[in-house]
T-cell receptor, first 112, second 113 residues
Framework: DQQVKQNSPSLSVQEGRISILNCDYTNSMFDYFLWYKKYPAEGPTFLISISSIKDKNEDGRFTVFLNKSAKHLSLHIVPSQPGDSAVYFCAARGAGNEKLTFGTGTRLTIIP | DGGITQSPKYLFRKEGQNVTLSCEQNLNHDAMYWYRQDPGQGLRLIYYSQIVNDFQKGDIAEGYSVSREKKESFPLTVTSAQKNPTAFYLC????????????FGDGTRLSIL
């Protein structure tokens, strides 16, 4: 049972445009959500997070939006840069629970 | 410079042999985790430990074992009972019960010959 889903395995975006990566979840007990970026043969690096008490969190070029009623979150990257080409994972955690549940990832390719 | 060190980066073993993957952190984090990544799949939790001398099974613990004798070390043994051990293994850590994100090592790619 996939509790965190990233339905787009890949996405290509022109450099300078906006990249939008989507994530859906089914477990209503999740209250904290994170996005990680991963290059090949490296560990994931943390990008940005959002608590369920918020609907938006912004950090530079990265903004995460949370729609609790739809159980949906999205990561916006603007403007997209070639160094943003990587696999992006969304992850979720329940209250008082250290365990993260990860989605299957979306490979983002930025076209120069 | 604090971080998580996984060694070796690449590991080859013959079928039927046990193999141990190393994970060391100098971040003074309480909790440590082992994940497995397969192509086209997300990270799946194998084992985690919140304090020394204590650990819990994750979602795919069968065929794996761990120990947590020291706060900074959390080695993972892939036993011969693991039916499909070839994968990319990632170790992570975080302070106990905090909203800080998990920090990851650079992983070990295990290939069974």
């Amino acid at each position: 049972d996939q509790q965190v889903k990233q339905n787009s395995p890949s996405l290509s975006v022109q450099e300078g445009r906006i990249s939008i990566l989507n994530c859906d979840y089914t477990n209503s007990m999740f209250d904290y959500f994170l996005w990680y970026k991963k290059y090949p043969a490296e560990g994931p690096t943390f990008l940005i997070s959002i608590s369920s008490i918020k609907d938006k969190n912004e950090d530079g070029r990265f903004t995460v939006f949370l729609n609790k009623s739809a159980k949906h979150l999205s990561l916006h990257i603007v403007p997209s840069q070639p160094g943003d080409s990587a696999v992006y994972f969304c992850a979720a955690r329940g209250a008082g629970n250290e365990k993260l549940t990860f989605g299957t990832g979306t490979r983002l390719t930025i076209i120069p | 410079d604090g971080g998580i060190t996984q060694s070796p980066k690449y590991l080859f073993r013959k079928e039927g042999q046990n193999v141990t993957l190393s994970c060391e952190q100098n971040l003074n984090h309480d909790a440590m985790y082992w994940y497995r990544q397969d192509p086209g799949q997300g990270l799946r939790l194998i084992y985690y430990s919140q304090i020394v001398n204590d650990f819990q099974k994750g979602d795919i613990a069968e065929g794996y074992s761990v120990s947590r004798e020291k706060k900074e070390s959390f080695p993972l043994t892939v036993t011969s009972a693991q039916k499909n051990p070839t994968a990319f293994y990632l170790c992570a850590s975080t302070p106990f019960y905090s909203n800080q994100p998990q920090h990851f090592g650079d992983g070990t790619r295990l290939s069974i010959l």
